[in-house]
């Protein structure tokens, strides 16, 4: 079956970097893109981006464009990704999902979810 | 960027209940829309794709209908292990958006 593991619980100062992963199991990755979609606590869901399995292509969130980075390691089977110059609104729960295609474009929705990475940025 | 607009923002109802939530775009959006369950503690679900199929797994309590700009998630018969939030996403154009949210609870 179809697993996203992600890494676990950071902790931040402002300013400062992190790099979350999530590991996919159970389905070919290169086939399919991921997405990262973040939840600051008792907040809604923003998307972040996503990014291509097959070939790395990108597409980022215009407000986090400069910020955010996200690659993948087709031999490990996992996405990475970096947000840079974290404030303190950066705290946040970080999921990544596979992102599934419908038979018409364009037509994809998040079909499987990592079980999310709690970033906390505190000074 | 797509406004999506969820409503209500929270609602008790009682288990066999009919429950609807609506979703509204700030703009046409086809019927590039789908629904997510959010339960506490977890990752968020897909129930519905395309505005009105059923992702595979899902319940046939839970249907979704509408099209352009106007949208609505149904349950038939309210459940207690329907008590989460749920989430409607427009795919239309990016950024991709979601709505706010809906609190569903049990009375």
């Known amino acids: 079956q179809v697993q996203l593991v992600q890494s676990g619980a950071e902790v931040r100062k402002p300013g400062a970097s992190v790099k979350v992963s999530c590991k996919a199991s159970g389905y070919t990755f290169t086939t399919y893109s991921l997405t990262w979609v973040r939840q600051a606590p008792g907040q809604g869901l923003e998307w972040m981006g996503w990014i291509s399995g097959y070939n790395g292509h990108t597409n980022y969130a215009q407000k986090l464009q400069g910020r955010v980075t996200m690659t993948i390691d087709t031999a490990t089977s996992t996405a990475y990704m970096e947000l840079r110059s974290l404030r303190s609104d950066d705290t946040a729960l970080y999921y990544c999902?596979?992102?599934?295609?419908?038979?018409?474009?364009?037509?994809?929705?998040?079909?499987?979810w990592g079980q999310g990475t709690l970033v906390t940025v505190s000074s | 960027d797509i406004q999506m607009t969820q409503s209500p923002s929270s609602l008790s109802a009682t288990v066999g209940d009919r429950v609807t939530i609506t979703c509204q775009a700030s703009q046409d959006i086809n019927n590039y829309l789908n629904w997510y369950q959010q339960k506490p503690g977890k990752a968020p679900k897909v129930l519905i794709y395309d505005a009105s199929s059923l992702e595979r797994g899902v319940p046939s309590r839970f249907s979704g209908s509408g099209s352009g700009t106007d949208f609505t998630l149904t349950i038939s018969s309210l459940q207690p292990e329907d008590i989460a939030t749920y989430y409607c996403?427009?795919?239309?154009?990016?950024?991709?958006?979601f709505g706010q949210g809906t609190r569903l609870d049990i009375k």
């Open positions: 996403q427009q795919y239309d154009s990016l950024p991709i958006t």
């Open positions: 999902a596979r992102r599934q295609m419908g038979a018409t474009i364009p037509s994809n929705w998040f079909d499987s």
